[in-house]
Every structure is written in C-alpha cells, then in structure tokens.
C-alpha cells in the first residue's frame, strides 16, 4: 500500500495520470493484504478442524477400545470357570450357563462353542446359539482353533455368512488345550453405535478389520459404502488394537466442527477487505482530485490502512494462539516431581467405570493434575470420562485457573442429557516453589503425608460437573521437599454399609503406619490395605512427591531418567 504524498501539480497535463496510478497502487495492496488474510484465515481454520477432528477421533478410539473389551472378557471368563470347574461335565454346564444370556440372534454372540484338543486335531464339546459360520469339520475352523492354541492372545478374522458377515474370535488355554469359539453379527446397516451417540453425530467414518483400508476389510461406516474410501480435505486415522490384529478407524467431519465465525472468516475477511479496497480507492480519488485538501485526506487514508493492518494482525495472533493451545506439550518431563499412580477395576460385572487420572507438564515451572470419577459404568461412562478429560486438558493447557476450568466445564455436562455426573479434583503446581492451587468438583479431599504428619488437605467442595454451571473455589498450599501428595477416587475409601467418614480416616492411618516408601510401592500397600477382594467400585490412585533432583523417580522406579508424565487411567 502505497503512503506517498502527491506533489502540486504545475500544469493539468502533467498530473493527469497520478490520480489513476494511486489509485491502482491502492487496489493491488488491499486485493493482496485481502487476499493474505483470507488465506492465512482459512488455513488457521483448517488446521483447528484438523486437531478438533483428531481429539473427537481419539475419543472415538477410546470407545471402540472399551467395546472390544466388553466383547472379548466373556471368553477369558469361559476359560477360567471352565477351568474352576475341574473341566469334564461340570466345566461345560458351568460354560454354558455363563455364554446362555450373551448368546441370541439380538445378543453379543450368535453362534459359541467349546472345544477340546487332547494331542489331536480340536473336538467340538459344546455348542450354543444358531451354527457358526466357520463349520466344524471344516479345513478353516481347524486352522483358526490351532492358531488360537498357538497364540497368547484373542485370535480373529471375518467370516462370510447367509444373510451377512461375522467377525469370529477363539481364546485358547493351551494349558488344557480348551479354546472358546464365539461369532459376532456384523450390524446389516452396516452402523455400530458408536455413530449413535450425539458426541459423534458430526463424523463420518468407516472402520476396519486389519490394519489396511481395503474395502474387503471394511466391517462397519455409517456411509454410503459405495463412497469409501474416506479421503475428505480433513481425515484422520486411528489404529486400536484387536486380539492378533487391530481395527483401523478412519474418520472425516460431516461438518465443521468448530465454530461458525472460524467457518466464515475467510469469505468475511476476503468481501470485507473488497469493499474496504474499493471504498479506499474511491477516497483516494476524490483526495487525489481534491489539491486544497490533499494533505489532510492523506492522513486519513493512511490511518484507515493502518487500522485495517492493526484488525488483520490481531486476527492473526488469535489464530497462532489457538493453534498453540491445541498443541500437545513437548515435553512432558516434570523436573524434581515424582509421579506414580494405580488403577484397579472392580470386581462387578465386565463393565469398566470412568474414573481417571492426568498429569501434564504446562510450562518450565508449572505442571497440572487431574483426578476424576464419571458415574455409572460401562461404554457411556468411559465416553464422558474421554470428553471429561480432554475438556479439562484443553483449558488447562490454555492457561486457565482450576477453578476457572472446572467453571467452564460445569456447563458443559448436564445430568439429565447425559445419564452421568462427574467428580474431578483440578490442581496446577509450580515445581520450583512447591506451591499447588486445586479446585474441587464434589471429589474426596487429597491427602499430604510431610515430615510433621500425615492429613487432609483443605480444599472448598463445590457441585460435581453435571448440575449446572457454577463457580468454584480454590486453595493454594504448599508440597514441601520430600512431602507426598495422595489423589484419588472414592473406591479407595468408600466401603458398602460404610460411612465415607470412616474410609477417610482410615487411609490417614494408613499413610501414617506406612512411613516413607518408594512411591509405587506405597501405593501398592495403601490399595492392599484399603480395598476388599470383592470392592465392587473402580480405583484410581495418583502420587506425587517433591524432590530435590530430577531422576529420583526414575531410581526409585530401576529406570533411566528420561521424560514421565502420567496417562489416562488403561481400560481393563
């Protein structure tokens, strides 16, 4: 954009020609200075589509992962009351008596077996629901149950059948040389409920048997299948593992999924910066024309570009910040702080509940936690502890309070839509100073054990997420050198017929009695001392405590020193 003054002109002929120049100076500035900003706002939007799409892929896969699990203990389970039962008989009715209620035409399974192999070729003992497609006697079905008695895992592979398509899996306890055989229905319209569930309902995706993309290998999409392979401006792929082989889930938003302002800025950017263009020629004509106010029209014109430079440069800077807040951290090493934690399922049914734990390095000094607890079990309560954490992950990354990420988060999650409340306890520390703020979500207090004693830390309990937005509280204190910080879920305190008083005070007893350990071997003895065989609830246990070096948790461990930062709690 051109700021030179046109100087008076002596005669009418030999200025003629500089309105015309200016103007066209003008024109080509703005059309690039629009044409720049449009782009780098389309690009900004394209690269926030892609993280947003593989944060919801993520989520996806952690469903799908909780799936296959549900799907595959039943046969784990087969093996062990089998093999309680002594085999023979009793084995098989014992069998038969836990598969009978996930064998149907509606059920998990529509065709399961038992088979015994004695040093020969496998022999069918028992056979539930309708025929399998793999048939007994067949060269196929042999194969398959060898490779199941040659393998440590689940083995699978897709089977063609009347009316469809099934996935077959076998476990083999090569010990008794027992293998359990079951087929699972693949859905006729080609949907898994995954694409049911509203958090999803923007995607597109297609999901495979096999690391591949081949469209033979497809099991389930929720589009028209003539239309794969998925290759949309935005995809993304994920590969979850599945016995001996892996599902590979392809994805593509149906549409934009952020905001509708990201979506448009580049049309409103590129229109607006055409008519600031040609309004701005159109004043520089007249300014040009106009000799007695030429220098006061000059200014004008140059603080209306500056102006737009100023719009277009903050609109810039927003876009790099975003994309830096969706960045995961480099570097996750959290120096003089060392990290430990325990999950343990619980002992009811095959369902996995929601209860997790974070630990995440924000910058040179501070590092956050988060330790949380979904109500209810299963698939749904593992999909809100996937959307749980990786919202309080973004606004902790983004620089938020806890307090004020627990207040963004409360209206987000409603009991009623949701079927589900979570608790969550959010802190952000500072491992130079020691110092540790948190924010407490209805979630038990944590617990500091110190040279001077072992109790509670005094944190306001403000409303669980899923009851309405809300605002929190939150407290500063101090984790000395050498003092341990214990986080976590109300399994670990929480007895049936129990006051949650009495679990509370028996974990400070505990902690106390214990003295000093090396963290994973102390959280090994408080979950001994604090949990029953049979404590039906899910436990999550996060520690951490401050050092005076940064490899003291990589010793204590028998490792090499070398970046650590906790994951989220593994699916059993």
Request: hydrophobic fraction near 45%.
């Amino acid at each position: 954009m051109s700021s030179e003054r046109p100087r008076p002109r002596r005669a009418v002929d030999a200025g003629a020609g500089r309105p015309a120049r200016l103007v066209a100076l003008i024109c080509l500035a703005g059309l690039a200075l629009t044409v720049s900003a449009a782009l780098a706002a389309a690009h900004a939007d394209r690269g926030t589509e892609e993280r947003l799409l593989e944060v919801q892929t993520e989520q996806a896969a952690s469903v799908l992962a909780a799936a296959i699990a549900a799907i595959e203990a039943p046969l784990q389970s087969a093996l062990d009351v089998e093999r309680g039962a002594g085999g023979g008989e009793r084995g098989r009715a014992a069998v038969a008596e836990l598969l009978d209620q996930d064998v149907a035409d509606d059920a998990t399974y529509v065709s399961a077996s038992l088979w015994r192999a004695d040093g020969g070729a496998p022999t069918r003992v028992l056979a539930l629901g309708g025929p399998p497609a793999l048939r007994p006697g067949d060269p196929a079905m042999r194969d398959f149950l060898e490779r199941a008695l040659g393998a440590d895992t689940t083995v699978v592979r897709r089977v063609d059948a009347a009316g469809g398509s099934r996935i077959a899996y076998a476990l083999a306890d090569p010990a008794s040389g027992t293998v359990v055989h079951v087929e699972r229905a693949i859905p006729a319209d080609r949907r898994s409920p995954v694409d049911r569930d509203s958090a999803y309902a923007r995607l597109s995706y297609a999901i495979y048997l096999g690391r591949t993309t081949r469209t033979r290998d497809m099991a389930t999409t929720n589009v028209d299948p003539a239309t794969l392979p998925l290759d949309g401006d935005v995809t993304s792929r994920v590969t979850i593992p599945f016995g001996d082989t892996a599902l590979t889930l392809v994805t593509t938003p149906r549409t934009h999924l952020g905001s509708a302002l990201s979506a448009r800025l580049p049309w409103l950017l590129l229109v607006g910066g055409l008519l600031l263009t040609g309004l701005a020629g159109l004043v520089a004509t007249k300014l040009t024309r106009a000799r007695a106010t030429a220098e006061a029209d000059t200014a004008t014109i140059r603080a209306l570009y500056e102006r737009v430079d100023t719009v277009f440069g903050e609109q810039r800077e927003l876009f790099v910040a975003l994309q830096r807040a969706l960045l995961p951290p480099a570097d996750p090493h959290i120096p003089q702080l060392e990290v430990a934690a325990e999950y343990v399922a619980g002992a009811i049914g095959i369902d996995i509940g929601g209860d997790w734990y974070s630990v995440l390095r924000l910058d040179d000094d501070r590092f956050a936690f988060v330790v949380g607890d979904v109500s209810g079990r299963g698939v749904e309560a593992v999909a809100e502890m996937a959307r749980a954490r990786f919202t309080l992950r973004a606004y902790l990354v983004d620089g938020d309070s806890p307090a004020t990420a627990l207040a963004k988060c409360a209206g987000q999650f409603d009991v009623v839509a949701d079927g589900h409340i979570i608790t969550a306890l959010v802190a952000v520390g500072n491992h130079r100073s020691g110092t540790v703020t948190v924010a407490d979500a209805g979630h038990p207090p944590p617990l500091m054990a110190a040279a001077d004693g072992v109790d509670y830390v005094s944190v306001p309990v403000g409303p669980p997420l899923g009851l309405g937005a809300t605002v929190y509280d939150e407290t500063t204190f101090v984790l000395p050198v050498g003092a341990t910080l214990l986080c976590y879920t109300d399994g670990l305190v929480e007895r049936r017929g129990e006051d949650i008083d009495t679990g509370l005070g028996r974990l400070v007893r505990t902690v106390a009695d214990l003295g000093e350990q090396p963290l994973p071997r102390l959280l090994g003895r408080v979950l001994d001392e604090m949990r029953d065989d049979g404590a039906p609830d899910d436990t999550a246990v996060l520690a951490l405590r401050r050092t005076t070096t940064d490899d003291v948790a990589e010793r204590a461990a028998g490792r090499d020193p070398g970046p650590a930062c906790a994951a989220p709690v593994p699916t059993p």
